[in-house]
């Protein structure tokens, strides 16, 4: 039973370029969130999905940033046009339902250069 | 107010030692209280958590304390380990949602 898969790993990105992240959920979860963790900092919620819904998108930078999970495949983290202070980890994390424990992914870790 | 405090931001204990690390909130909507563990280069592994009804919870060299009406928690490591170094983050969540609230981490160092 693999865990929350993310990828890649690293991803290193040029400012104004484009940056996707995948996450593929536990199997049997439905839930995503998606978390931002700054260096020498806590994580921050960014947005949290169901099946092709986006159910809480408050931490989400108003521009720029979007994601999507749909019926078929994994989540989709999409920044684009990247700036310097979007370098940081990012964390995916799944669960089967709203009101039970969330398992993080080892997360993708996104440097602009 | 939908912060959570915690502190120190690093610390370092002899082998053996307890460890204890405090967080503080403000929200009296947080209903559970969930503690993390990172290591370099992975992804927050839910160690230990607590609902705001109980005062202790132990588990193995773990326990969480709570005092609902200081709105404070606090991460006790008995017999400290240097497996046990590792970043902390404690969390709280809103009832009937997903969204967690972490503190900002301590680093832990336990020294052999």
């Known amino acids: 039973n693999a865990g929350v898969m993310q990828n890649p790993r690293h991803l290193v990105r040029r400012r104004g370029q484009e940056a996707r992240l995948r996450c593929s959920p536990m199997?049997?979860?439905?839930?995503v969130y998606w978390y931002r963790q700054l260096p020498e900092e806590g994580l921050k919620f960014m947005v949290y999905l169901q099946k092709e819904n986006i159910i809480d998108e408050s931490g989400m930078p108003k521009e720029r940033f979007s994601a999507e999970f749909p019926k078929e495949g994994p989540s989709i983290l999409r920044i684009q046009q990247v700036v310097r202070g979007d370098s940081a980890a990012y964390f995916c994390?799944?669960?089967?339902?709203?009101?039970?424990?969330?398992?993080f992914g080892q997360g993708t870790r996104l440097t602009v250069v | 107010q939908q912060q959570v405090k915690q502190s120190p931001q690093s610390l370092i204990v002899q082998k053996g030692g307890i460890s204890i690390i405090n967080c503080a909130y403000e929200n009296t909507a947080f209903d559970y209280f969930p503690w993390y563990q990172q290591f370099p280069g992975k992804g927050p592994a839910l160690l230990i958590a607590?609902?705001?009804?109980?005062s202790e919870k132990k588990e193995g060299r773990f326990t969480i304390s709570f005092n609902k009406s200081a709105k404070q928690f606090s991460l006790h490591i008995m017999d400290s380990q240097p497996g046990d170094s590792a970043t902390y983050f404690c969390?709280?969540?809103?009832?009937?949602?997903?969204?967690?609230?972490f503190g900002q981490g301590t680093r832990l160092t336990i020294n052999p």
């Open positions: 199997k049997g979860h439905s839930h």
């Open positions: 607590i609902r705001p009804d109980v």
């Open positions: 994390a799944s669960s089967p339902s709203a009101r039970e424990q969330a398992f």
């Open positions: 969390a709280a969540i809103f009832q009937g949602a997903q969204k967690l609230v």
